[in-house]
């Protein structure tokens, strides 16, 4: 080989262990991903990329798996402050007693954006590169995830009443879709369009949402049969299932992500499955506001894509998405009485491409394969807590937890090194945490 048929590119990751998640279920052994510019230029064994690629940049990883970046798809990133501020309480008692109290009394624009950095400090330390937010001030939370280079899907509220981002439904979707013309076609951030619940938004606002979703081709997010509170309520008010009411108003769709989704019948997965609507299962904040428990794994069966998020810290407490993914694993064995149900590589699937595929982005995002984007995370697999290692998928679910994540890149940049955050000064923005805690603290002893 002469020197002419080496190819220049930027980066080169030597990787121990490789997951690539497409194809499904390979482990592969000493790799090399190599990154030129924003995009991944191969995926190869070591020895190849000697012959073929010269990189200005080489990191050796001989301890490390190295996989696609996580994807969080649903959580309340600036509600990182909140956490621990409430626990142990149901999810109306939470919600009406602790939580929408303290939203109104704190959360405004400079809220917004130092809990936003701080759930992404977290999000990014424990091995997520992209994550769905719906929130207040969702332009705030766009110009944050943008300006730190992460990926972000930010769903801007909509709820009948009115909160410290508008004045009611018309002021939000009127706000919504100027956000979803600012950042359409972005490369990090994805604009989308976040109904609270069935319970929160009438039919009238839902239709507008979907009148919007359908013109901009904007994601919708919803929770959804959160709890059996929830439906019980419905059917005594309006005689239906929520999912049977977002399915006549034709909410339903390839563009939808339902979240939650512990309440529900053979009839309601046969209805979402044939819409093509996507599930954000939360396991951690199911368990901990005793909500209920989600079918993942007849879910998975019928179809239906099933996507992974952490829900907000308030309710979880961490936002770590290795951490769920393990619950999620464990939660769908008991739930389905089968030790086989979602297995290592279906969770990290999960975990990784179906959150790409709920984005309508599984041809840039979800795995490491050439073409796609450089959203690439690895794991230190030398720790005693993980050791020895026969199964490397087994441990990243099983044994595993995110801050084993010592390298991500996304879009080809650094974000994490050695364990570092290259992009968030930790210090100020500890400064910053602690200052709102204090404010905080001395209202509840209020
Ligand atoms: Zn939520």
């Known amino acids: 080989m002469t020197a002419d048929t080496i190819t220049a590119a930027d980066i080169r990751i030597n990787a121990r262990w490789l997951i690539p998640i497409e194809p499904y279920g390979v482990v592969l052994e000493h790799q090399a991903v190599i990154i030129q510019g924003t995009k991944i230029a191969a995926v190869i064994p070591v020895a190849q990329a000697d012959r073929e690629f010269r990189t200005r940049e080489t990191i050796n990883l001989p301890h490390h798996v190295v996989m696609p970046g996580l994807i969080n798809m649903h959580g309340h990133a600036a509600m990182s402050l909140f956490r621990g501020m409430a626990d142990d309480l149901p999810l109306m008692t939470w919600l009406n007693d602790h939580i929408w109290p303290a939203e109104g009394r704190f959360v405004s624009e400079q809220f917004i954006a130092d809990g936003t950095q701080l759930a992404m400090a977290e999000m990014l330390r424990t091995g997520t590169t992209t994550f769905s937010d719906m929130y207040f001030f969702p332009e705030i939370v766009a110009q944050m995830a943008h300006d730190t280079g992460m990926r972000a899907q930010v769903c801007f509220p909509l709820l009948d009443f009115p909160t410290v981002w508008g004045s009611g439904p018309d002021e939000y979707l009127s706000k919504g879709e100027a956000l979803i013309d600012e950042w359409r076609g972005d490369d990090y951030i994805m604009p989308a369009i976040g109904p609270h619940a069935p319970y929160t938004v009438s039919d009238g606002p839902l239709s507008k949402a979907i009148g919007l979703s359908g013109k901009t081709g904007a994601r919708i997010q919803i929770h959804l049969h959160e709890t059996a509170f929830e439906v019980a309520e419905a059917i005594e008010k309006e005689g239906k299932r929520p999912i049977e009411r977002l399915a006549e108003l034709g909410a339903l769709s390839d563009r939808t992500q339902c979240v939650h989704m512990t309440q529900l019948t053979d009839s309601d997965i046969a209805l979402v499955a044939g ?30 894509n099933l996507t992974i998020g952490t829900d907000g810290a308030a309710s979880n407490n961490d936002l770590d998405l290795f951490a769920e993914t393990r619950t999620a694993a464990m939660v769908a064995k008991v739930v389905a009485s089968d030790a086989a149900a979602l297995s290592a590589h279906e969770a990290l699937h999960m975990a990784t491409l179906n959150g790409a595929r709920a984005l309508g982005r599984e041809h840039e995002l979800g795995s490491l394969v050439a073409g796609k984007l450089a959203d690439i995370i690895a794991i230190d697999l030398s720790d005693p807590f993980i050791q020895p290692v026969y199964d490397p998928a087994s441990h990243l679910v099983y044994s595993n937890h995110g801050r084993a994540v010592t390298h991500s890149w996304i879009n080809g940049v650094p974000q994490v090194q050695d364990g570092k955050l290259t992009r968030i000064d930790v210090p100020d923005l500890m400064l910053r945490v602690a200052g709102w805690a204090e404010k905080i603290r001395k209202q509840q002893a209020d």
């Open 275 to 304: 819409t093509g609507a996507h599930i954000v299962h939360c396991p951690e904040s199911n368990l901990k506001l005793a909500s209920g428990l989600c079918p993942a794994h007849k879910l998975m069966e019928s179809g239906v």
